[in-house]
Structure formats: C-alpha cells, structure tokens
C-alpha cells in the first residue's frame, strides 16, 4: 500500500533563514513517516546553494529525496510551500502555505491573495499570527471607487515554531582547535555577541537596525579604563570577499563617527555550520548576546543563543517574545514607528507599515548594566536556555507539526496495488473434445 505522496516547494539548499526552515521542515516531515516526501529546491535571493552536505546523514534524506526535475507522475496529494505568501502556489490536492510571514505591522495584498489560495497556512510565532489574521484591504470599484468588498485572511492560519536541533545547539565546551585559535585574536574576556544581516537601509533604517546596535554600543563603552568587545557575526546577501569588505567598510563609517577611545569590534564573516555556529555562542569569551531588530518574523539566531544560557538583550517586540520570556530575558523597550521606502525590498513593504525602533538610551543602559552586573543575569539565563532547549526543539516542532497536518489533512483514498492471481497454463491435452451432431438434410 502506497503512502500519499507530499511536495515540498522550498529553498532547502540556501544559506537563509526560510532554507533552515525548510530543511527542518522536511526532516519532521520524513520523520513522521505519513507520506512519500518528494522535495523541490528553489532559490531564495543571492544567497548561496551549498547547504546540503551529502556526507551528513540529516542532509542525506533530503538529498536522496530531491526531484530531477518539477515533474511528478501524479498530482500530489499535498503540496507544501515554503516561501513569502504572494509565490504560493497550489501544485497539490490539498496545500499548506508556510511562510516567516511579516517583521510589521502591514502586508501587501499580494501576501493576503497568496494565502487564500491555500487550503491553510502555517507561521512561525503569535505575532505573525495575529498580524496575519487582522490585515484587512478595501476592495473598491474601478469605476466609482466606491468600497464592493474587503480582503482579508479567510483560511486557518496555525503557529508552529521553528524548532531547534538540541543534539547541535547545547551548552558545551568543546570547542575546534581552529576556532580556539581564531578566539585567541579577541583580547577582551567579556564579550557582547551580534548574529545576523547587515541589511538595506541607511542608519538605524536597516531592519536587524545592526548600524545602531554597534553606534549604541560605541557610545556606551568609549573611554571606559575596562571595555568590553563586541564580536558581529553579520554579512549582507553573501560570503564573498567583496562582502565581507562592505561590512568593514560599514563599521569604519560608524566608528568614525563615535569620537573616542572607542571599544575593539571583530567581525566574523564566512560561512558558518551549525556546529561552528554553537562554538560561537558557547565561547567562554562570549558573555552576552545583543540584537536590537525592528522586528522578526521568529529571530531563529535567538533562539539558538539563548539556549548557551547567556543573557540575550533583545527587542521587546515581535516574533521572538515567544522564546524570550519577559521575566528572564533582557527585553528592550520603545516604539512603532513608520517603515521607509528602501528599509525593505519594495515587494514586502505596503503603505502604513509600522515596525519597531528600541529606546537607544534604555538600551545602553541594559547594556551597560549586564556588564558592570553580570552575575545577576546569569541566572535567569540558565533556566531561559533550560526552558527553550525543551521546548523548542526540533522533536517538539515535529510533534506539533503532526498535530496539525492530522487536524487540517483529509485522509487521501489509499491506493492499493492489485495483484492479480497467475493464469494456470493449459496444455492441449486438458482441452475437453467437442463433439458436433450429425447435420441433418431439411
């Protein structure tokens, strides 16, 4: 008896966020065991292809699971598409959209059409959900423009988090000679730790707002006898040469505008596996972890820090509150403020959209005070990493991901191969003789 075959559509080979995604998103899938899973990689930007190792057995299932081409024999009883709402499309009987959704407060309505395409759609966290579900687009005549209808999500929006591998991302020791080497360039024992995008936008317009997070953190400790540094795993789209120098380029900007003695920053940029990436976080010279974002859809670097059970100074906004407990992380606050043209490519902005911009002076203060008071963070740190490497894994986002393909899949006719029963060769000598009655002359 056949399984229902499942397609997934997804960037899994990219170095991306939504590639993460959807490689953990297959794996639970092959996991569960429920259907024949065909895989589909696409794109995602610029960003490099080379995700898939073939000597890694978690990358191996996917590998041997990827089509040659598009083609199926058949319709796929469910398709499972893995990228921004307004490139759904329906290839299956049954379709589930799955998209990080949206760092605002407003969509374009392409998003909205893409999603009602699908029988249901599936997002990272609350805060996308709730977005999401209250966007709502007059709808007016093209003659009179008077308002005929409205847009708005009209399918089953569900939350599934982005589930973490706990057997990589753990509290550890254990660190490359390599990687010891390479620490042993940063002269501070106290460290602040940035991961993620230096993205578009001018000065505190860019959305991980990386240029203020570093001119903060300048102005907070410059001319201080005992600094701290702060080490920035951070690139744009890519990993080349010529990337890696427009990220120099980006700090020397802001380091001259901060005058001072200014405290030491390293940039680390290259390609990083997940287990390089927990050596980053778990390094004894990394104390803190910082990111000042406008807004995530998750913030999947977060997740993956605070479980090294370190402090983690974050927004206090967005997708990653589901993960960073007011009571135990260091939130930051401040205000919405209006998204500007060029912030974000123009395919995700819409008129009206809000994100969030942190207080700068509570957030060198909540700097400030996690260095000269490090200790007393240090425990809520440890039962923040304890709470979230159990509850965020990649086995409870399996669990919860059966859960909802169980409430919302229907049960597919199941196809069964008939096996017809072997024809018995008859001989010549088994044939019965007929005999003809005489004809009589009428």
Request: hydrophobic share 35%; net charge positive.
């Amino acid at each position: 008896m056949s399984k229902p075959v499942c397609l997934v559509t997804a960037p899994v080979a990219t170095r991306s966020g939504y590639g993460a995604h959807g490689r953990d998103i297959c794996r639970a899938l092959i996991k569960l065991d429920k259907y024949d899973v065909k895989i589909w990689p696409v794109r995602w930007g610029n960003t490099p292809m080379n995700a898939l190792n073939k000597d890694d057995p978690n990358d191996k299932m996917i590998i041997d699971r990827i089509l040659p081409n598009p083609q199926l024999p058949k319709q796929p009883e469910l398709h499972i598409h893995i990228v921004i709402p307004n490139e759904f499309q329906t290839f299956g009987k049954y379709n589930i959209g799955i998209t990080a959704g949206l760092e605002m407060t407003a969509c374009p309505p392409g998003w909205l059409e893409g999603m009602n395409k699908m029988n249901m759609n599936i997002v990272p966290s609350t805060f996308v959900k709730d977005m999401l579900t209250n966007i709502k687009f007059d709808i007016n005549n093209e003659q009179d423009g008077k308002k005929v209808g409205e847009l708005k999500s009209d399918k089953p929006i569900e939350v599934l988090f982005e589930g973490t591998d706990t057997n990589i991302f753990k509290k550890t020791n254990e660190f490359s000679k390599e990687f010891v080497d390479e620490m042993k360039k940063v002269k501070e024992s106290f460290n602040f730790l940035y991961v993620g995008h230096w993205l578009q936008g001018d000065l505190g317009k860019d959305r991980k707002d990386t240029g203020m997070m570093l001119k903060v953190f300048l102005e907070t400790f410059k001319n201080l006898k005992q600094k701290p540094g702060l080490i920035m795993k951070t690139s744009g789209a890519t990993y080349s040469v010529i990337d890696r120098e427009t990220m120099l380029n980006k700090i020397q900007i802001i380091k001259d505008m901060v005058k001072g003695d200014l405290p030491n920053i390293y940039l680390l940029h290259g390609d990083f596996d997940d287990e390089e990436m927990n050596q980053i976080y778990n390094h004894p010279k990394v104390k803190a972890h910082i990111n000042l974002t406008h807004g995530e859809g998750f913030g999947r670097p977060l997740l993956e820090a605070s479980i090294s059970q370190k402090p983690v100074i974050a927004t206090n906004w967005s997708g990653h509150l589901d993960f960073l407990n007011k009571n135990l992380a260091v939130l930051v606050g401040g205000g919405l403020q209006n998204v500007e043209k060029g912030s974000v490519p123009d395919e995700f902005l819409t008129e009206g959209a809000q994100w969030f911009t942190v207080n700068y002076q509570e957030a060198s203060a909540k700097m400030k005070d996690v260095y000269k008071s490090y200790k007393k963070y240090t425990l809520d740190a440890k039962k923040l990493g304890t709470v979230n490497k159990s509850k965020f894994s990649l086995n409870a986002m399996t669990k919860e991901l059966g859960k909802i393909l169980d409430k919302y899949v229907p049960e597919f006719p199941k196809e069964v191969k008939l096996e017809l029963p072997k024809l018995k060769k008859v001989g010549s000598t088994d044939l019965p003789k007929i005999k003809l009655p005489k004809l009589k002359k009428v």
